[in-house]
């Protein structure tokens, strides 16, 4: 995830060097005769790598333009805070002014994408950033209350009992 300005350049830089080195050895194939199908599986690691880039960079750029999308269940809340900071233009260093804390802490957060963070830090963020959260409890799905999802994504039932010395079943 890009996070600042100065990673957004550098960025950018890449992913233009990344499309040189690809025409570039795309019409070097091309000149040593080398199949279309032959280039293509030599190329899409590299173009991959390049589109994987690009994602981001449209990401950072949606992010500008104040697109944070939503939150369900608390999960992704630190990248919520950094998208937040990025569509308000605010920097690390603007954050971390008006949190009364050294850049460095904001900039440690954020590369562990506030991992552990307090309700109370999250809300003093938020206010910061001028957002607001609205929230609304549902009933999970019975398949969400009752059971797990195995590594075939089918719905498991749980079942614990605990044994005579305590320990869990199950």
Do not use: C, W
């Amino acid at each position: 995830m890009i996070r600042t300005e100065a990673e957004y350049r550098e960025a950018l830089a890449r992913l233009d060097a990344e499309r040189q080195r690809l025409r570039d050895q795309d019409k070097q194939l091309r000149a040593e005769g080398v199949s279309p199908a032959a280039r293509k599986r030599l190329l899409d690691p590299q173009r991959s790598f390049s589109d994987q880039l690009a994602e981001e960079v449209d990401s950072y750029e949606r992010l500008k333009r104040g697109d944070v999308g939503e939150l369900e269940n608390l999960h992704g809340l630190g990248r919520l805070l950094i998208a937040l900071r990025i569509a308000r233009g605010m920097t690390q260093r603007d954050l971390a002014e008006k949190l009364a804390v050294h850049e460095t802490q904001v900039s440690r957060d954020e590369r562990n994408e506030y991992h552990g963070i307090t309700v109370d830090r999250a809300s003093r963020i938020m206010d910061v950033l001028k957002a607001e959260v609205r929230t609304s409890v549902r009933r999970a799905s019975k398949a969400r209350r009752r059971g797990r999802s195995n590594a075939t994504g089918r719905i498991v039932p749980v079942r614990r009992s605990l044994t005579p010395a305590g320990r869990r079943r199950g």
